[in-house]
């Protein structure tokens, strides 16, 4: 019943275990089906940071995936790319779309400036260096993950809510920032993933939060459930966790990908 989408190699310099071994576990942990999504390779100098594949790697990445396909047949594997939005370059991801016959693409927001990566450890102290630093540091990604969302480019965008990860969260109600993210993913059919990786981390609860789920699902947004793996043992971690917080929010399916078009599964 359920398949992963947001899935790691080693290729991104922070993720272990080969491909297959991924295979092996979604097997295990019974899912019918895996995609893998690594971050993508940057436009611009290289290298871009240190937490992704160069682009002279992206064939080898490929090339990998096809591997792991022919070897598990008949289980399906699909080929997805973690993409990383940044306002003005837009003409990269359309290039990075034709590069490969890509099964989904994966929209993310990690960066809210190039070098200020809002989940990267290394800049924690931002959230907590004025009263405003976590109003501000939300309302930058929020503006960002909207424009993400208009941009049509992307099957479906990861962790909604990533600048939670530590724990931090603004005061008040945070529909302010949901409300625009949700109807602009409406306007471009743009799905989303409820992410398990949340759990593991500070936040201590699912990527995204009950309220926006309840919101996108009046919406009339569509969802998948990923892990966010970066080890083979995190394959389908939770995703029962993530399945009561879906029905319970309304969704009765979730989205299966292949050449770009989807298909609905049941979450019954
Ligand atoms: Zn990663
Ligand atoms: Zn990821």
């Known amino acids: 019943m359920f398949a992963d989408y947001h899935v790691h190699t080693p290729l991104c310099r922070h993720a272990e275990g080969e491909p297959a071994e991924y295979v092996a576990a979604a097997r295990a942990a019974g899912l019918d089906e895996i995609g893998f999504s690594d971050h993508c390779p940057m436009d611009g100098p290289e290298p871009f940071d240190d937490w992704r594949m160069l682009r002279a790697e992206l064939p080898r990445y490929v090339d990998m995936i096809v591997a792991a396909r022919e070897a598990a047949t008949p289980f399906p594997v699909r080929l997805g790319l973690e993409c990383d939005f940044i306002a003005g370059h837009e003409k990269w991801i359309e290039q990075l779309a034709v590069a490969a016959p890509w099964d989904y693409l994966i929209g993310s ?66 529909q302010r920032f949901y409300e625009p993210a949700i109807a602009a993913m409406a306007r471009t059919s743009t799905g989303f993933e409820i992410s398990t990786a949340g759990l593991r981390k500070p936040a201590g609860e699912l990527y995204p939060a009950d309220e926006f789920l309840r919101h996108a699902h009046e919406a009339g947004l569509e969802i998948t459930i990923n892990s966010d793996a970066h080890a083979p043992a995190e394959i389908g971690h939770a995703f029962d966790q993530a399945a009561a917080a879906a029905r319970a929010a309304g969704f009765t399916r979730t989205l299966r990908f292949e050449g770009r078009q989807r298909r609905r599964i049941s979450l019954a």
């Open 109 to 174: 927001v990690h960066y809210l400036a190039p070098g200020w990566d809002v989940d990267n450890p290394r800049w924690i102290g931002r959230f907590t260096a004025g009263p405003d630093a976590t109003e501000d540091i939300w309302a930058r990604y929020w503006a960002a993950f909207t424009a993400m969302a208009a941009s049509g480019l992307f099957d479906f965008l990861a962790h909604p809510d990533l600048p939670k990860k530590f724990g931090h969260r603004p005061a008040g109600d945070l």
